[in-house]
Nanobody, 125 residues
Framework: QVQLVESGGGLVQAGGSLRLSCAAS????????MAWFRQAPGKEREFVAH????????FYANSVKGRFTISRDNAKNTVYLQMNSLKPEDTAVYYC??????????????????WGQGTQVTVSS
């Protein structure tokens, strides 16, 4: 079974930065697309960013575009989310997710097969 473990969350002030990591095991990592989602209390899970197995076609939600960067290091079986210029509305539990790579950029959480446990990001104003 695929296992994903997030890390790097924490408390930052508005305007600050964090880098989240997601380490994967149990799969041929390079054959899977990876994505980040987030979920705030009382709200549904929302898409944040996506990256293909090759590292190509990074795609972002409009709410984070220009501030967040998704990347991956297949040699380390790890995907990253660099978050800059953080805002209080970025506060959420952040999850990494994985699915077999396809030609589509998938932003629907139900279409992802594997999930990490989540890491809390809190941005104070």
């Amino acid at each position: 079974q695929v296992q994903l473990v997030e890390s790097g969350g924490g408390l930052v002030q508005a305007g600050g930065s964090l880098r989240l990591s997601c380490a994967a095991s149990g799969v041929t990592f390079s054959s899977y697309a990876m994505a980040w989602f987030r979920q705030a209390p009382g709200k549904e899970r929302e898409f944040v960013a996506h990256i293909r197995w090759s590292g190509g076609s990074p795609f972002y939600a409009n709410s984070v575009k220009g501030r967040f960067t998704i990347s991956r290091d297949n040699a380390k079986n790890t995907v990253y989310l660099q978050m800059n210029s953080l805002k209080p509305e970025d506060t959420a539990v952040y999850y990494c997710a994985s699915r077999k790579d396809t030609i589509m950029v998938v932003t629907i959480s139900s279409l992802y097969d594997y999930w990490g446990q989540g890491t809390q990001v809190t941005v104070s104003s």
